[in-house]
């Protein structure tokens, strides 16, 4: 296939995997004085910054993730990233963080891709360039206050595609001991501190052999929250798809797309508090997220019970898989134009 942009050639493609790789640059906004810098594309992916940032004593942090994909056509298209710069400015305004307008938002993210195009995947390869930007609160304050100064960088490298041989199925464990976030806290927030909550809980997942926790609602332990890094989704025995509606969680883009395809496909969708109890109830299970977009769930275990779903994924989360991912990567006609064009 022909290419209207470069694509390089010391990179193996086919073993790339999610995880960080060094890329041509990143770009980089300073906030001082009331303003915003002009963004600049940086190659040395080191920052200085005060010993006394407010990102490092408060937790000044945030980020956002989506994808870049070389589409069918050989152009590159970024999946909807006007939702994280608006979910970026509601978790910003919960931080105190300047506004960041979404023109420069958008532009920044046109510029770092476009300046870093030769790193997207190729088609064949079923990889994509992931997006991160980062938002930090940079000046020095030793008060518990919002920070005078700020960051805003966004990071690009490519990532493999997560499943090779099709979607498997992986078990979860229901997590009782411990909560991702508070009940009136920042968990329908992507801040920082919700993914260091969970990186214990986590780990005692997968050191009891499940690759995947599931969190309950930390009021009252009843409901389902989230995963711990992806929002929960089920298909109802009669074909409903069933999603939490919680407080605490956050709101997923991918989430978000996939409850529009559940209904482009004719199936009635429900977002509402889902009570554990309801577990027995489904079909399918699944988590879904930037990364992967779903992950199939095999098995639930909560309490010492296992609830069985099948290690192959099912036929409807199948269906919901390949049409968005079929429209991120350019095979399908991109209806509600969730695509933006390098």
């Known amino acids: 296939m022909s290419y209207p942009y470069p694509i390089r050639t010391d990179i193996d493609w086919s073993s790339l995997s999610f995880s960080y790789s060094k890329t041509r640059s990143f770009i980089y906004f300073e906030w001082k004085n009331g303003a915003w810098s002009k963004g600049e594309l940086r190659t040395d992916p080191n920052i200085t910054m005060s010993i006394a940032a407010t990102c490092l ?14 589409c069918k056509d050989g ?5 909807r990233p006007i939702e994280n710069v608006r979910r970026m400015n509601r978790t910003g305004h919960q931080l105190l963080h300047p506004e960041i307008p979404e023109d420069m938002y958008m532009d920044a993210i046109h510029q770092v891709v476009l300046d870093n195009v030769d790193y ?3 088609y ?12 930090i609160g940079t000046g020095a304050q030793i008060g ?3 920070a005078s100064e700020y960051v805003f960088m966004i990071m690009v490298m ?9 979607l498997k199925g992986v078990p979860a464990l229901v997590i009782e001991d411990y909560d991702r976030a ?13 993914y260091g909550a969970s990186l214990m809980p986590a780990k005692l997942a997968k050191k009891a052999g499940y690759p995947i926790p599931l969190f309950l609602d930390p009021r009252e332990h009843k409901y389902i929250d989230e995963f711990g890094t992806s929002n929960f989704f089920a298909i109802s025995r009669d074909g409903k798809y069933v999603t939490s509606d919680s407080p605490s969680i956050l709101p997923s883009v991918t989430n978000m797309s996939l409850m529009q395809v559940a209904r482009d496909l004719g199936l009635t969708v429900e977002k509402r508090p889902v009570p554990a109890s309801e577990l027995d109830d489904f079909a399918e299970v699944g988590a879904c997220g930037t990364a992967v977009v779903i992950t199939p769930i095999s098995s639930v275990t909560i309490g010492g019970k296992v609830i069985e779903y099948g290690h192959e994924c099912g036929p409807i989360s199948q269906k919901l898989y390949d049409r968005l991912l079929g429209t991120q990567k350019g095979e399908l006609e991109d209806i509600h134009n969730w695509l933006f064009e390098i």
Not at 158 to 166: E, I, M
């Open 75 to 79: 152009k590159v298209r970024v999946f």
């Open 182 to 194: 508070a009940p009136k806290g920042m968990g329908q927030y992507k801040v920082a501190g919700n």
């Open 124 to 135: 064949e390869s079923g990889g994509s360039l992931y997006i991160r930007p980062l938002y």
């Open 158 to 166: 490519p990532v493999g595609a997560y499943y090779k041989d099709g």
């Open 120 to 122: 997207v995947p190729p």
């Open 57 to 70: 004593h408060y937790g000044q942090a945030c980020f956002e993730g989506m994808k870049a994909f070389r």
């Open 144 to 146: 518990v206050s919002p």
